[in-house]
């Protein structure tokens, strides 16, 4: 898929390392829009009450399983927002997000929120991918 990260000199580099893009340009493809995934498993339990590295591992894996589904990867995502309850945890998150993604990283918005659909969330990420 013909994709192009963007960075302007003029606006400050990724913290933690640079494990996002400043913008994705796309001129082809099919857009695939992944609602926010949780920790559930395919059975609907949540998986890591309480743990954020384990929920991150499976909101991810849930979103290359969907991504999967539609004949894309996890290469072809292009934009990320993150919903936490605690950007205290970020660090683990970005940690986790390096085994999932490499460079260039996709465009990426981080948010805390005080509460998600289920209590004992504490992450849930939603996606753009676009396959050439």
């Known amino acids: 898929m013909p994709k192009r990260a963007i960075t302007s000199p003029q606006v400050h580099e990724p913290p933690g390392g640079g494990n996002y893009s400043q913008a994705f340009e796309t001129t082809a493809g099919r857009t695939i829009?992944?609602?926010?995934?949780?920790?559930?498993d395919k059975n609907g339990e949540v998986v890591g009450d309480g743990?954020?590295?384990v929920q991150t591992k499976q909101v991810l894996e849930n979103m290359k399983s969907v991504l999967e589904a539609a004949g894309a990867s996890m290469a072809d995502v292009v934009k990320l927002t993150v919903f936490m309850k605690d950007l205290g945890q970020s660090g683990t998150v970005r940690e986790i997000r390096k085994q999932y993604f490499s460079r260039p990283f996709p465009a990426s918005t981080l948010v805390?929120?005080?509460r998600l659909a289920d209590e004992r969330f504490l992450i849930e990420i939603e996606a753009i991918a676009v396959v050439g």
């Open 33 to 40: 829009y992944v609602a926010g995934m949780t920790s559930r």
């Open 51 to 53: 743990d954020i590295r």
């Open 112 to 114: 805390e929120i005080s």
